[in-house]
């Protein structure tokens, strides 16, 4: 089964570990260089550990700053592809950018790694929202993204249950005669989330996805946007959840992760990549709440603008399971350095976990 369907549990997954710098925006040497066999490590260590799901970013174009970050990531699906070979239980992620790639493409790509990995794939939409990076391919914002969206999924979904070849003609995408073989071996679709954050993208990943993948700044801001999907979700007559995402300082004592957090996210942050992102975020995309351009850059150069978990195994189980409790259905992960602090996160937090009842332990 693909452990994104495990019912009754929390589910953890790391997140941007195909990037360069992961989701933090620093300077430090021991910076995440997103070098493949580092990759492979962490999503192995990882995978050992139970943990549920790899979830890559889709970047083209970088932020530029001192250290180019992001400017060195892999590609999702074939990155999906190599992890697929080698590992045995986690759920593998490729996130796809609508205007980007056609969904015939994309349909045969996700059905491809879903064979590898014996129906562990999984498909994150985005919508993209840095023009710099559209107009590499010569392209723009798309108006309306999420109606393209919709139609992009359609298509897709349906390619993976025809039982004649596909006719469409739509606003954006016109097919004749598509067929896509093999179709998935999960039914009738790979798991499916959407990363997004404003109403259009919530309203879409109500509609087409099994789950939303959004940030938040605060548990009670959380518990509203869950609320507010639920009820998003309820009047498309689906069911969904909420994935977030968290960057993690673990460290044995509080005050050696509150330094660290100190060192490498505000003195040893890339301000120009800080700044280019913000600037552009702010802009181009809803993926955060406004009070956080206002309130949180720390976060930005940190991880990204997401929530942090900061302290101790005891603290950040203990945020773990407020955010469990609060309503999400997981969350991914990032680290300064996956694969160096993955080992002492797994030993030290996921045993609390299942101490708490919101995780399982490995099975043999
Ligand atoms: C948690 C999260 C992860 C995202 N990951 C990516 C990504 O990997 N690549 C990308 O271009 N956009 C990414 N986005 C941005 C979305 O593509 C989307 O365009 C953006 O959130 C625009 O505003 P919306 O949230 O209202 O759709 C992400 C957004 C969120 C909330």
Redesign the pocket.
């Known amino acids: 089964m693909n452990p994104m369907l495990k019912p009754d549990t929390f589910k953890l997954g790391i997140f941007?570990s195909n990037a360069d710098g992961g989701s933090a925006l620093t300077k430090v040497p021991e910076r995440w260089k997103a070098g493949w066999d580092d990759i492979l490590d962490a999503a192995q260590i990882a995978d050992r550990a139970g943990i549920d799901f790899v979830l890559?970013?889709?970047?083209w174009k970088g932020f530029g700053g001192e250290t180019k970050a992001r400017e060195h990531s892999f590609e999702t699906f074939t990155f999906a592809a190599g992890l697929a070979a080698a590992t045995s239980r986690i759920a593998l992620f490729m996130?796809v950018?609508v205007p980007l790639v056609h969904p015939l493409y994309a349909a045969k790509a996700l059905a491809t790694v879903d064979h590898i990995s014996h129906g562990r794939a999984g498909l994150?939409i985005?919508?993209?929202?840095?023009p710099d990076?559209f107009a590499m391919f010569g392209g723009k914002l798309v108006e309306r993204?999420?109606d393209q969206a919709a139609e992009w999924a359609d298509i897709l979904f349906k390619l993976y249950n025809a039982d004649a070849p596909l006719d469409f003609e739509g606003q954006y995408y016109t097919l004749h005669h598509a067929v896509t073989s093999p179709s998935s071996v999960q039914r009738p679709r790979p798991v499916t989330m959407n990363?997004?954050?404003?109403?259009?993208?919530r309203d879409f990943a109500a509609r087409h996805c099994d789950f939303l993948?959004?940030?938040f700044t605060d548990i009670e801001a959380g518990k509203a946007q869950i609320a507010d999907m639920q009820q998003r979700a309820t009047l498309a007559g689906r069911e969904m959840g909420v994935y977030?995402?968290a960057h993690v300082v673990c460290r044995e004592t509080e005050k050696e992760a509150r330094d660290y957090y100190q060192y490498y996210s505000v003195e040893q942050e890339d301000t120009g990549a800080v700044d280019y992102m913000m600037r552009q975020k702010q802009a181009f995309?809803?993926?955060?709440d406004e009070i956080a351009y206002r309130k949180y850059r720390q976060r930005f150069a940190a991880g990204t603008g997401?929530y942090p978990l900061v302290g101790t195994p005891e603290q950040i189980a203990g945020e773990l399971v407020r955010m469990r409790q609060a309503g999400f259905e997981g969350s991914a992960l990032t680290f300064v350095n996956y694969s160096q602090e993955l080992p002492f996160f797994c030993e030290r937090v996921l045993p609390l976990l299942e101490q708490a009842g919101i995780r399982a332990g490995v099975p043999a």
């Open positions: 941007s890559p970013i889709a970047r996130t950018h994150n985005v919508c993209g929202w840095n990076e993204p999420y990363a997004a954050f404003g109403p259009p993208g993948f959004t940030t977030t995402v995309s809803r993926s955060h997401t």
